[in-house]
């Protein structure tokens, strides 16, 4: 009885025991690895850029309803026109609903000149509705709800497409003849505009101002010192001011920084910036001035640049670095990094077995390191290998399972 009872309690500690190896095999992995990827970084300064340039403030003393024609963030012409007025709420929306029966109506006919499938070029549709619905959940995601209704139409607008593409929708023909019937009803409508504001310059149209546009300007650059930017406050924005006008010549991009660092740069050298602006992720700019403050350690880096968009109009300030150098390559985690018989490289997951290749680095930081792109052989890091991270009594060739 009691010889039973002992071997069950060794049954039940095998099962036990067998059970908890498993487990354990099934979570801990003996190796840990990540892929290789091709990577650009950049090597430069970093610094915080503060805007500089001409902007004209768009008044209005005009009573009624503003109908803008030129959309926040576009580019307008001298004489153009900013805004209608109109002499109700009711008389604006009208004007909205015919523009954007005319836009559906011109979207439908264009899709109806799809005459058969190779007409259109299913990879440039398909990445139209990509981007449509990234551009939609962006402007979600951040807030920006003025252009979602656009953005959500846009999106529509590429499903059609690629249905008409696909032979899949038939409807449009109805589609087409319903709206000009709603287009012909809202022209009976169609209100009189009451007024005009008219552009005085050109440029780019911004309907918010941030109370700096008289006290950051382009008009004498010497006076832009460390002591100056660091005692300006924005002033509140004048009564019937409904918003501005950005040039688009040239503009500056103004950096406080130590005079230690300034003194690597030279008035009239042409460089690069890397911000975060989406439509500019980098800009072509010249060294204008650097203003040496007489009291402080300080100076200011004035960078000239001519390109202009939407965003960098309606932009005041933001992170961005000078570009010294960039170094292109394969991206992997510096933990993979190892020597063996004074040769660098890392290893990688060949199926069951890992190889030692060795590597060039080209750039590295405490996180990871860029090794050139080899195809000398076979014995070289390629794009996507499965790089071992971490791993213990690691050789080549040796077995895994």
């Given at each position: 009885m009691k010889g039973s009872s002992v071997l069950r309690f060794l049954l039940v500690a095998l099962v036990a025991v067998f059970i908890v190896h498993q487990s354990v095999s099934a979570v801990y992995k003996p190796i840990k690895t990540e892929s290789a990827v091709y990577y650009t970084a950049t090597d430069g300064f970093k610094i915080t850029g503060l805007i500089i340039r001409n902007e004209t403030a768009v008044k209005s003393d005009t009573s009624g309803v503003m109908h803008f024609v030129t959309e926040d963030g576009s580019r307008v012409a001298k004489g153009g026109t900013i805004a209608n007025i109109y002499a109700s709420e009711s008389a604006s929306i009208t004007v909205t609903q015919i523009k954007q029966v005319k836009n559906k109506i011109s979207d439908i006919e264009d899709i109806l000149s799809y005459n058969?499938?190779?007409?259109?070029?299913?990879?440039?549709?398909?990445?139209?509705?990509?981007?449509?619905?990234?551009?939609?959940?962006?402007?979600?995601?951040?807030?920006?709800?003025?252009?979602?209704?656009?953005?959500?139409?846009?999106?529509?607008?590429?499903?059609?497409?690629?249905?008409?593409?696909?032979?899949?929708?038939?409807?449009?023909?109805?589609?087409?003849?319903s709206l000009n019937s709603k287009l012909s009803e809202l022209s009976k409508n169609l209100p009189t505009a009451q007024g005009q504001i008219i552009a005085e310059s050109s440029g780019y149209f911004v309907s918010k101002t941030d109370g700096y546009e008289n006290l950051l300007t382009t008009n004498d650059l010497s006076s832009l010192t460390p002591e100056y930017l660091s005692s300006i406050a924005p002033k509140e924005t004048e009564s019937g001011v409904i918003g501005k006008i950005v040039s688009d010549y040239e503009w500056y991009i103004a950096a406080d920084v130590e005079i230690s660092d300034s003194l690597k740069y030279k008035e009239g050298e042409q460089l690069r910036l890397a911000t975060s602006v989406k439509s500019s992720p980098v800009l072509s700019a010249t060294v204008k001035k650097i203003n040496i403050s007489e009291s402080s350690g300080r100076a200011v880096i004035l960078f000239a640049c001519s390109e202009m968009n939407n965003e960098l109009a309606s932009m005041r300030s933001g992170p961005m670095t000078v570009i010294k150098a960039e170094y292109s390559g394969l991206k992997v985690s510096r933990k993979a990094l190892r020597v063996v018989d004074s040769v660098r490289g890392v290893y990688v997951v060949n199926g069951m077995q890992i190889s030692f290749v060795p590597v060039n680095i080209v750039y590295s930081t405490d996180e990871y390191i860029i090794c050139e792109k080899q195809t000398d052989n076979d014995n070289v890091l390629k794009l996507y290998d499965s790089v071992v991270v971490k791993g213990k009594n690691l050789y080549d060739g040796k077995i895994i399972s």
């Amino acid at each position: 009885m009691k010889g039973s009872s002992v071997l069950r309690f060794l049954l039940v500690a095998l099962v036990a025991v067998f059970i908890v190896h498993q487990s354990v095999s099934a979570v801990y992995k003996p190796i840990k690895t990540e892929s290789a990827v091709y990577y650009t970084a950049t090597d430069g300064f970093k610094i915080t850029g503060l805007i500089i340039r001409n902007e004209t403030a768009v008044k209005s003393d005009t009573s009624g309803v503003m109908h803008f024609v030129t959309e926040d963030g576009s580019r307008v012409a001298k004489g153009g026109t900013i805004a209608n007025i109109y002499a109700s709420e009711s008389a604006s929306i009208t004007v909205t609903q015919i523009k954007q029966v005319k836009n559906k109506i011109s979207d439908i006919e264009d899709i109806l000149s799809y005459n058969d499938i190779e007409a259109a070029n299913l990879d440039v549709i398909n990445s139209r509705v990509k981007d449509s619905l990234n551009e939609l959940m962006l402007s979600v995601a951040t807030g920006n709800y003025s252009h979602t209704s656009a953005r959500s139409y846009e999106l529509l607008s590429a499903i059609n497409r690629k249905q008409a593409a696909l032979g899949t929708a038939n409807d449009f023909e109805a589609q087409l003849e319903s709206l000009n019937s709603k287009l012909s009803e809202l022209s009976k409508n169609l209100p009189t505009a009451q007024g005009q504001i008219i552009a005085e310059s050109s440029g780019y149209f911004v309907s918010k101002t941030d109370g700096y546009e008289n006290l950051l300007t382009t008009n004498d650059l010497s006076s832009l010192t460390p002591e100056y930017l660091s005692s300006i406050a924005p002033k509140e924005t004048e009564s019937g001011v409904i918003g501005k006008i950005v040039s688009d010549y040239e503009w500056y991009i103004a950096a406080d920084v130590e005079i230690s660092d300034s003194l690597k740069y030279k008035e009239g050298e042409q460089l690069r910036l890397a911000t975060s602006v989406k439509s500019s992720p980098v800009l072509s700019a010249t060294v204008k001035k650097i203003n040496i403050s007489e009291s402080s350690g300080r100076a200011v880096i004035l960078f000239a640049c001519s390109e202009m968009n939407n965003e960098l109009a309606s932009m005041r300030s933001g992170p961005m670095t000078v570009i010294k150098a960039e170094y292109s390559g394969l991206k992997v985690s510096r933990k993979a990094l190892r020597v063996v018989d004074s040769v660098r490289g890392v290893y990688v997951v060949n199926g069951m077995q890992i190889s030692f290749v060795p590597v060039n680095i080209v750039y590295s930081t405490d996180e990871y390191i860029i090794c050139e792109k080899q195809t000398d052989n076979d014995n070289v890091l390629k794009l996507y290998d499965s790089v071992v991270v971490k791993g213990k009594n690691l050789y080549d060739g040796k077995i895994i399972s």
